[in-house]
């Protein structure tokens, strides 16, 4: 009982004070937040807004409205992972996935 007492303690010391190795992760999570979650929602919407069967302009303002509850599920999704890799692959891949689908449907460079 006394080492799971102490094992716990230095679990929570550790995290508290913030070794270099936490304190990276949280950064590259941060990092991944803002910038894996913006360019997620961006070429989500850009995908969107280029297969709706809307018109154009309704098509992109329904998109763009979208795209900001995609980079709040985003972010939160970046600090739900168990690791940083994972938040930036899983933001990275299909944010590249969408880029080229919608690259693919219509002229130009989608970011």
């Known amino acids: 009982m006394a080492g799971q ?7 929570g010391a550790s995290r508290v004070g913030g070794t270099a190795a936490y304190r990276l992760a949280v950064l590259s999570r941060i990092g991944a937040a ?3 979650g ?10 969107i807004s280029r297969v709706s069967a809307t018109p154009k302009a309704e098509a992109v303002l329904t998109a763009t409205m979208l795209s900001f509850a995609l980079y709040a ?18 933001l990275a891949v299909p944010a590249a996935a969408c880029a080229v689908v ?3 449907l219509g002229a130009g460079a989608v970011l």
């Open 38 to 47: 913006y360019a997620f929602a961006a070429a989500l919407s850009i995908l």
């Open 73 to 90: 599920g985003a972010i939160l999704w970046a600090f739900a992972v168990r690791t940083a890799t994972r938040a930036w692959v899983g």
């Open 102 to 104: 919608s690259w693919l």
């Open 34 to 36: 803002a910038f894996g």
């Open 5 to 11: 007492m102490r094992d716990s303690g230095n679990v």
